[in-house]
């Protein structure tokens, strides 16, 4: 999905905000933040994703402030917070009768966790609206009639706290093969090999590097070892929004699991901003 004008007023405000949270109180270096970003969004590329100017953004960032994956202590916080709601996330999807869709619904609501798109997130909110919030299943049938002929999953994630939440989809798979995806650099809360480690992840699936460096999933950039896996791959799982933007025009089946975040993905979707969506594309 190429970048749409409406993206330029939220990139700046991106920009302002992450100014303001890594230079607190040093407005001349906001500034210069905030200029040198709205210039290269001037120079974008009309064919760019707004997942692919994250990675210009978090440059300009890392150089003005000198300091290399800047969202490492938000990540770490949050994280913190997050797994406080695991014993009652747990007891929902036990209780539930489709534990699949609930495991599903908690994947989604833990896509909320964006300190990009939504810096001012609410966890506790967020979990509170695992039953009760907008869900829309587009492809559910489906996805289940899929999921007993695979054998092969390719799940590939969004962000690191949210992974927390991803575990209890996964665990819903099994025991079909997962291979779980993670970014090969730190770029925003995106969830790296070094923080699945953390989660321990690679106890339940294997885990792999995609090759991308951007907050979504450039097919360009990515290693062959996962390109062969998302070739041969029975379902592929697409989590977040940066991964709906740069895989949406990709002519294989994917099954997206998103929070819709802004008022283009929004539009594109019919959905409104704030929804969360589960659906297939439609290719066969």
């Known amino acids: 999905m190429f970048f749409d004008p409406q993206c330029i007023p939220c990139i700046i405000n991106q920009a302002y905000e992450s100014s ?14 905030v200029k040198k970003i709205c210039a290269e969004v001037e120079a974008v590329d ?21 300091i290399k994956n800047p969202y490492k202590k938000l990540k770490d916080k949050n994280i913190i917070i997050a797994e406080k709601f695991i014993p009652y996330i747990k007891t929902l999807i036990d209780r539930s009768a489709d534990k699949l869709e609930m495991a599903i619904r908690t994947a989604i609501i833990g896509n909320a966790i964006d300190l990009g798109a939504n810096p001012n997130f609410d966890i506790e909110f967020e979990v509170s609206r695992i039953t009760s919030g907008d869900i829309y299943f587009i492809g559910y049938q489906k996805f289940k009639e899929d999921l007993k002929k695979a054998e092969l999953i390719l799940y590939i994630a969004d962000n ?10 996964i665990t819903a798979l099994l025991p079909k093969n997962v291979v779980f995806v993670v970014r090969s650099k730190p770029i ?9 480690k953390k989660l321990e992840i690679e106890k ?15 097919l360009n950039e990515c290693t062959p070892e996962f390109l ?26 994917i099954y997206f699991l998103f929070r819709v975040k802004c ?9 409104k901003k ?11």
Do not use: H
């Open 20 to 33: 303001k949270k890594f230079a607190s109180g040093n407005t001349e270096l906001q500034l210069k933040i």
């Open 46 to 66: 009309i064919n760019y994703t707004a997942p692919m100017f994250s990675s210009s953004m978090q440059k300009i960032i890392e150089e003005y402030l000198d």
């Open 160 to 169: 690191y706290e949210e992974a927390l939440f991803d575990k209890f989809l």
């Open 188 to 196: 925003l809360n995106d969830i790296t090999m070094e923080d699945a």
């Open 204 to 218: 339940l699936c294997k885990v792999i590097e995609s090759g991308s460096i951007i907050a979504g999933t450039d």
């Open 228 to 253: 062969d896996l998302y070739r041969k791959a029975d379902i592929v799982i697409s989590k977040g929004q940066g991964n709906y933007e740069t895989l949406l025009n990709e002519v294989r089946p």
């Open 263 to 271: 008022d283009v993905i929004a539009s594109r979707c019919g959905l």
């Open 274 to 284: 704030g929804d969360g969506a589960f659906f297939y594309n439609g290719v066969e």
